[in-house]
């Protein structure tokens, strides 16, 4: 089993930027971290969870992104640590949401807004207030 754990959530101003963080732990080394696609997703209240942002398996860094956050949101890893990062700059109150981290193997960033991740953390508040 392996276990998601964010952290780094908070209240911003718009405008402002967060960094959040997702480790993973359990029976996943750094060697296998690796071999695990990773993305972000959020859900504002009364919402579906939706795509953020997600970084490719393995040595590949490639990413993908949401519409909504392109060129605001940078989505890192580092595979040493098992952690999965998001930088979120110019903020606005609409990305006020839970943003939950999600894992699943070999899996490219293009296909981890396709696939039903196999792992999810227990997410974190993100609050944007005007």
């Known amino acids: 089993q392996v276990e998601l754990v964010e952290s780094g959530g908070g209240s911003v101003q718009a405008g402002g930027s967060l960094n959040i963080s997702c480790e993973a732990s359990?029976?996943?080394?750094?060697?296998?971290?690796?071999?695990?696609?990773m993305a972000w997703f959020r859900q504002a209240p009364g919402r579906e969870r939706d795509f953020v942002a997600s970084i490719s398996w393995g040595e590949n860094t490639d990413t993908n992104y949401a519409e909504s956050v392109k060129g605001r949101f940078t989505i890192s890893k580092d595979n040493a640590k098992k952690t999965v990062y998001l930088r979120m700059n110019g903020l606005k109150p609409e990305d006020t949401a839970v943003y939950f981290c999600?894992?699943?193997?070999?899996?490219?960033?293009?296909?981890?807004?396709?696939?039903?991740?196999?792992?999810w953390g227990q997410g974190t508040q993100v609050t944007v207030s005007s």
């Open positions: 359990g029976r996943i080394g750094s060697t296998y971290f690796r071999n695990y696609g």
């Open positions: 999600a894992a699943t193997p070999m899996t490219s960033a293009q296909a981890m807004d396709k696939v039903t991740p196999t792992y």
